[in-house]
C-alpha cells in the first residue's frame, strides 16, 4: 500500500507562485495514476488535477487551467502541482491521491487507494 506525504505548502502573495510535492513510498510507484485535490474552509473537497501511470494524460479543474501543471517523476516516486498567478480563492488544504485505476477514477474522488494528509496553501489578497 503507497503512503503520501504533501509538502510544499505556504502563505504566499496573490499573483504568486508555489510548487507542491507530494512523496510516495511502500508501493510501485508507476502503477499509480495520481492526483492533486483540495479543500477550503467550509467547502467540500474538490478535484484539482489528475496525471496518469505514464504521465502521458492529464485533466484539470477549469478554475485552473493554464495556471496549474501536474508532473511526476517516476524515479523519484514524486508528483508535483505548479501552481502560478495564484489567486485568493485557491487558498485551500491540497491534498494528493494515489490510484491504480484510471484518471476517471481520480477525479471521482470515491475510495481512492491513499490519501497524503495534506498541506496548507494561503493566498492573501
Known amino acids: 500500500q503507497v503512503q503520501l506525504v504533501e509538502s510544499g505548502g505556504r502563505l504566499v502573495q496573490s499573483g504568486g507562485s508555489l510548487r507542491l510535492s507530494c512523496a510516495a513510498s511502500g508501493g510501485t510507484f508507476r502503477n499509480y495514476a495520481l492526483g492533486w485535490f483540495r479543500q477550503a474552509p467550509g467547502k467540500e473537497c474538490e478535484f484539482v488535477a489528475v496525471i496518469s501511470r505514464s504521465g502521458g494524460g492529464t485533466y484539470y479543474l477549469d478554475s485552473v487551467k493554464g495556471r496549474f501543471t501536474i508532473s511526476r517523476d517516476n524515479a523519484k516516486n514524486t508528483v508535483y502541482l505548479q501552481m502560478n498567478s495564484l489567486k485568493p480563492e485557491d487558498t485551500a488544504v491540497y491534498y494528493c491521491?494515489?490510484?491504480?485505476?484510471?484518471?476517471?477514477?481520480?477525479?471521482?474522488?470515491?475510495?481512492?487507494?491513499?490519501w497524503g494528509q495534506g498541506t496548507q496553501v494561503t493566498v492573501s489578497s
Open positions: 491521491a494515489a490510484d491504480p485505476r484510471g484518471l476517471s477514477d481520480i477525479i471521482d474522488g470515491n475510495a481512492l487507494a491513499a
